[in-house]
């Protein structure tokens, strides 16, 4: 599922219609983590999640002190079911 | 064409914020990331989005209401339905995350320093990108004999997971002191180590002794003629019975000490204190009581200072 292409911070803000500050924001809360930090690309997980937290904050009036736990939470529900996964296997 | 206002269950003349609250409602309910793998709660979300798309604002609410909502848009979304979910533009979040991925693979590295850390009890990330959760501690009690506790003792417990623990009680372990028993606790999940087990120790009560940090305390009755003359008697200790000798002139309350006969072991070892009780005859016979007058004549001394 993970695509290999990579888009630089100002394409990423186009595509998800946001400003450059927002997405500074979430790297700075440490919610995204660019899969370059140096360059500042962001792959499909990386815009997946930012569409993500876009969604709890407008959808479901999630405040940016939730919004770390929550993700906290998905990631770590995500692994469990990676581990279950692989236990089945 | 599916109509917007059915699909948000509202009516035609509802506000915008009524609209957006019903829209709200409802992606909340069939969000993809918190329905995973439902394909229903997607196909929902998605029908849910483009309604909104459609009359969620009083611009878009009055084209679509005179029919110039531009057809465009409805082949779009006619589009983003019909195509699959591997080439569509944006996954959800959840399609992202294989277990494999970044952020599920990664969430310890910096930036679990905070309440998760401390939920998990130190949750960490192996290696290899699988997750290690160490099973948790488990706690128990066990109750031991005074004299198991004083002397050591080896005991086998059964865990309630039907486990056998063989349990070594140190000599002289005190009240409530706790025995760890590494890799004993709950399992672990993926590659993390086993919980440990933590055994409670609580000593039950000796009729026969007292204890006081490693020293043994026991109370010795002694007759008045052995409290004034000396003797020496049999006293019990942790070790079975010993000579104790008794100088004249000992008084209720009077302290001996039994070297090394405490709990422990070894240069640890505590002492057995003896406290000594004189017992007076309860009904005393006529000539001890015509005798120790005569006596009294002669000896008279004052316990209370003033002789």
């Known amino acids: 599922m993970k695509k290999l292409i990579q888009i630089h911070i100002e394409e990423a803000c186009e595509e998800c219609k946001l400003s450059i500050e927002v997405i500074r924001k979430f790297i700075l809360e440490e919610w995204i983590k660019p899969s370059d930090p140096e360059e500042l690309l962001f792959d499909q997980e990386d815009l997946a999640r930012i569409h993500l937290i876009l969604e709890l904050q407008d959808d479901f009036g999630v405040n940016d002190e939730a919004v770390p736990i929550i993700l906290q939470l998905l990631d770590q529900l995500h692994s469990l079911r990676g581990t279950v996964s692989r236990l089945n296997r | ?307």
């Not at chain 2, 959840?94 to 494999?100: A, K, L, P, R």
């Not at chain 2, 070594?168 to 890799?183: C, M, N, S, T, W």
């Not at chain 2, 609580?202 to 026969?208: A, Q, R, V």
Request: hydrophobic content about 25%.
């Open chain 2, 1 to 307: 064409m599916t109509d917007p206002y059915v699909t948000l269950g509202v009516s035609k003349t509802a506000t915008p914020e009524e609209i957006k609250s019903a829209y709200k409602k409802l992606a909340r309910k069939y969000h993809p990331d918190l329905n995973p793998g439902n394909k229903e709660s997607e196909h929902k979300f998605k029908e849910v989005a483009h309604a909104f798309d459609l009359i969620g604002t009083k611009e878009n609410k009055q084209k679509f209401d005179s029919g110039e909502t531009d057809q465009q848009k409805q082949q779009q979304y006619e589009e983003y339905m019909r195509r699959g979910s591997g080439n569509k533009q944006r996954p959800f979040y959840q399609e992202t995350q294989d277990g494999s991925s970044r952020y599920s693979s990664a969430f310890g590295g910096g930036m679990d320093d905070d309440i998760f850390s401390k939920f998990f009890g130190g949750t960490g990330r192996g290696r290899n990108g699988g997750v290690e959760f160490p099973g948790e501690d488990e706690q128990y009690q066990l109750e031991v004999d005074f004299l198991e506790a004083a002397r050591g003792a080896e005991k086998v417990i059964t865990l309630p997971n039907g486990k056998k623990l063989q349990v070594k009680i140190p000599a002289g372990i005190q009240e409530g002191q706790k025995l760890k028993f590494k890799g004993h606790g709950g399992p672990a999940l993926g590659s993390g180590s086993p919980g440990d087990a933590y055994v409670s120790i609580s000593i039950k009560p000796s009729s026969e002794f007292n204890r006081v940090g490693k020293d043994i305390i026991s109370e010795v009755p002694i007759s008045l003629f052995e409290g004034i003359n000396g003797a020496e008697i049999e006293i019990q200790t942790i070790d079975g019975p010993v000579m104790l000798k008794i100088p004249p002139g000992v008084s209720t309350g009077t302290k001996l000490r039994v070297k090394d006969k405490g709990a422990g072991s070894g240069e640890q070892r505590g002492h057995h204190i003896v406290s000594l009780k004189v017992v007076l005859p309860k009904d005393p016979p006529h000539g001890l009581k015509e005798a120790l007058k005569n006596i009294e004549k002669q000896f008279h001394y004052s316990p209370r200072g003033h002789s």
